[in-house]
Every structure is written in structure tokens, then in C-alpha cells.
């Protein structure tokens, strides 16, 4: 994401936002799809699938688009930090610095953090998908799909601590959902089992690492060797519970809806709150949002 630099900071601390700012490891991009915005609120209109070929015959025959549609409106971010000046002018172990290149990382890892939310709050009332009802949901029905599920539970013999089998199993049924789904039209989405994303809190981050990632499991060959990568996002509480995402569709499970990109600004050394108050502000600030894609794209796993 672009940074801009209002010219108000010190050239030190300047340095130290950009470069930690950019260095630090992100995963929205790959989980979201980046819709620019122009407004203070942008409407998806989710207009149904393509439909697929068909003989010529008598000509050509233009098929009505759905209308399902729901509107985005962006949101203000703002993250600030206040120093005293007697602290930056006795500063001698670069304390002032480290506060900043932390507020640099809070700023780059915030559309994750809005991410993890969506899927902690998938399966509540109100977060709901294109379609009306909530992201993760028993009844998802879009035209003549018929009603479709991205939920799925398996039995674990710890639920909060499942074995590489037990990973492994429910992966290969939440994949196998996935390419099941249908379209508005009653035909198949045409799913196909790339760029797959196991999402999971950290509690299970090994296990589904070895499930992935294992060539032999308890001298089995492991056929989903490969099949997906692992991300674990920190945000994540709850142990028995993670999410299968595709994220190589045109439009991903996510969408970022970005206004208005980071701007890190400054009240300094000549500003009216140092002479007044002898206090520098350091902040940041954006304008975008985050919000569902197509449910299509993400299933929960919950193991009971």
C-alpha cells in the first residue's frame, strides 16, 4: 500500500516508518480482492455468473442478470501517538523510534486483523453475504442453486488440540464441499482445487503445517501434500475452530474496498501543541474497508 508522506516528520523517524511499514508481513492481498473506491460508499451489485455456451440455433439468447446487491460504506482509521519533548530530547536508547516503527506495523497488519474479524463474526446475524444471509451459513441459496452450505463440523477426540488425521480429514471435506458448490443457474461453479488457504489460529498452526505438508503420514501417502498453504492469523482465538479460502478467483473471499491510502503525519517541533503542551503527535490515517466476497470461496471448519 502506498504511504504518504505529509513532509511533517523527522527525517529519522520518517525512515523508520517507511522501512518497517513495508517490511512488514502482510496477508491481505492474497485474501482479499482490492476494489479502488471514489466514494464514501461503493454498491456491489453480485450480478450472477456468466452463463455458459450454448448451440447458436435460431441466435443469440441474452440472459437477465440477477440484482442481489448490498452496499459498502468506507470507514476512517486513525492510530496516535503522543511524546512528551523532554522525551525526545533525553532520549538516548532510540525508545521514540521503536514506538514508531510499532506504530508502522500496527498500520500495516490492520486489514488482517479486519479480516480475522470477518471470519471470527462469519456465522453472526448481520455479517452477512451478498445474498442476505450470514457469510458462514447453512442456507445459502442464489437463484436455482438450490441451498448450499460453507459450514462444516467434524468429530475430534480433542476438539481444541485436533491430530494431522483429523486436519487432514476435514480438509479433504472442505475441499470436496467447495467444488461441489453451484451457481444462480443450477450449474457447477467449475471450482477448481487452486490457491487454497488454510487459515487457522495459532494453536494449530503445526498440525496443519504436517498435514499439508507431510509426504508420509502414520505410513500413509499423504495425498493432499501441497494442496494448500497455511496462514496463521493471531487474532484467532478459538482452537477448535479454522478456514479453508480460495483466494486465486477474480473476486476472492474478501474485498478490500480501499479510499484512501495510509498517511502518516506529525505535529512537531514547530507545531502549536509543542509550543502549547510540549507534546508531539505521531500519527496515521486511512479511509477503506473490509468486507465479505463470495462465501463461495470460504468455508469454516468447527471441530466438535
Not at 31 to 50: C, F, H, K, Q
Not at 88 to 111: F, M, N, P, S
Not at 166 to 189: H, N, T, V, W, Y
Request: aromatic residues 12%; contains cysteine; negative net charge.
Amino acid at each position: 500500500m502506498a504511504v504518504i508522506n505529509t513532509g511533517l516528520l523527522t527525517k529519522g523517524l520518517r525512515s523508520e516508518f517507511f522501512q518497517r511499514f513495508e517490511a512488514t508481513p502482510t496477508y491481505y492481498q492474497d485474501l482479499a480482492t482490492r476494489i479502488p473506491s471514489n466514494a464514501d460508499t461503493e454498491t456491489y451489485r453480485w450480478l450472477g455468473t456468466v452463463p455458459r455456451m450454448r448451440e447458436w440455433g435460431t441466435g443469440r439468447l441474452a440472459k437477465g442478470l440477477r440484482t442481489e446487491s448490498y452496499s459498502v460504506e468506507n470507514l476512517k482509521y486513525e492510530a496516535t501517538i503522543e511524546v512528551d519533548r523532554d522525551e525526545i530530547a533525553d532520549d538516548q536508547t532510540g525508545q521514540i523510534r521503536i514506538r514508531v516503527a510499532e506504530l508502522a506495523q500496527r498500520a500495516a497488519t490492520h486489514k488482517d486483523y479486519l479480516i480475522s474479524q470477518l471470519l471470527i463474526n462469519g456465522e453472526t446475524d448481520g455479517y452477512n453475504s451478498y445474498d442476505g444471509v450470514s457469510f458462514f451459513n447453512d442456507a445459502h441459496v442464489s437463484g436455482a442453486s438450490g441451498s448450499q452450505s460453507n459450514k462444516l463440523s467434524y468429530d475430534a477426540t480433542n476438539p481444541d488440540d485436533p491430530t494431522t488425521d483429523e486436519f487432514k480429514a476435514s480438509l479433504k471435506q472442505a475441499i470436496a464441499r467447495m467444488l461441489a458448490f453451484k451457481d444462480d443457474q443450477g450449474e457447477p461453479m467449475l471450482i477448481n482445487a487452486t490457491g487454497l488457504v488454510c487459515v487457522v489460529p495459532p494453536t494449530m498452526y503445526f498440525t496443519a503445517l504436517e498435514a499439508i505438508n507431510a509426504t508420509v503420514i502414520n505410513n500413509t501417502s499423504n495425498v493432499l501434500e501441497g494442496a494448500a498453504r497455511v496462514v496463521s492469523l493471531p487474532w484467532l482465538t478459538d482452537a477448535s475452530k479454522w478456514y479453508l479460502l480460495k483466494t486465486d478467483g477474480i473476486i476472492r473471499p474478501f474485498i478490500f474496498q480501499d479510499r484512501e491510502p495510509v498517511e502518516f503525519g506529525a505535529l512537531a517541533e514547530n507545531s502549536e501543541e509543542a509550543f502549547k503542551r510540549e507534546k508531539f503527535l505521531y500519527g496515521v490515517r486511512a479511509r477503506y474497508r473490509m468486507t465479505y466476497g463470495y462465501w463461495q470461496y470460504a468455508i469454516v471448519i468447527d471441530f466438535v
